[in-house]
């Protein structure tokens, strides 16, 4: 069978706009991370609001891929998410890039050819859980074949 390829990927995930990254993100190496990331800015995705909220005994995650709506108040209308069981709230934003800045949370991505940052808002102003303790462990272990969380 063969491989999907990001611009596919980009194209179902944009069809699909709400997607459950409870159990991990989409793709599984950096590199394949990096063509994602490009085919979705490129088309105009330009933040991945994540809303992380508690379930009978679990966590699930959700992301909202959109080249429209890209705020968390929108995800959690889509979903009809209940706002007292929202744990935490984060959110990829813009395009991952070489510059570090210690002021601002990213997923520190490692690639053949070196390493990049995307930039994690912390946080939703609509919804009062910034991303701490369970959201930090939650995505780090969605992230972790992709890279690790930094400054959070």
Known sequence: MPSITS??????LLD??????SDGFPV??????????S?????????????????VEQ?????????????HRELAKIAQLDKTKILFTASLEGYPFSDFDPFYAYLKIILSKGEVYQRVGRGSDYFSP????????????IFAKIGTLMNV
């Not at 611009?7 to 179902?12: C, F, R």
């Open 59 to 71: 966590i699930t995650t959700l992301a909202l891929v959109s080249t429209e709506i890209q705020e």
């Open 39 to 55: 085919v979705l800015f490129h088309a105009g995705v330009f933040r991945v609001p994540i809303v992380g909220f508690k379930t």
């Open 130 to 141: 910034p991303l701490s303790g369970v959201g930090v462990g939650e995505l780090s272990r």
């Open 7 to 12: 611009k596919e990927l980009a194209k179902n």
């Open 28 to 37: 599984v190496t950096p590199e394949d991370y990096m063509d994602l990331a």
């Open 16 to 21: 699909q706009r709400i997607i459950d990254i």
